[in-house]
């Protein structure tokens, strides 16, 4: 039980379901990831707060991000 809910993703263990890095992450954070707790964020959460809390989990996660700086800018100009 984490956070109160059961099967809740521990964010400091484990691997990620759409796999690693902030581009991945960045896209469940918008469209959610079907079969699973996780919804979609887009409507409450604007482009640039998503990214927030992409980098902060990128702090605290085990499993870091391994996309390239470049990757990511390159994305991040046309994310929505």
Not at 4 to 17: C, I, S, T
Not at 44 to 68: F, G, H, Y
Request: net charge positive.
């Amino acid at each position: 039980l984490v956070g109160g809910l059961p099967n809740a993703r521990n964010l400091v263990e484990g691997n990620w379901k759409s796999g690693p890095g902030l581009i991945n992450l960045y896209k469940v954070l918008q469209n959610g990831l079907p079969g699973t707790q996780m919804v979609s964020f887009k409507a409450q959460l604007k482009p640039n707060e998503r990214w927030a809390v992409l980098n902060w989990m990128d702090t605290i996660t085990k499993n870091k991000s391994t996309d390239k700086p470049e990757d990511i800018s390159k994305f991040a100009a046309s994310a929505d």
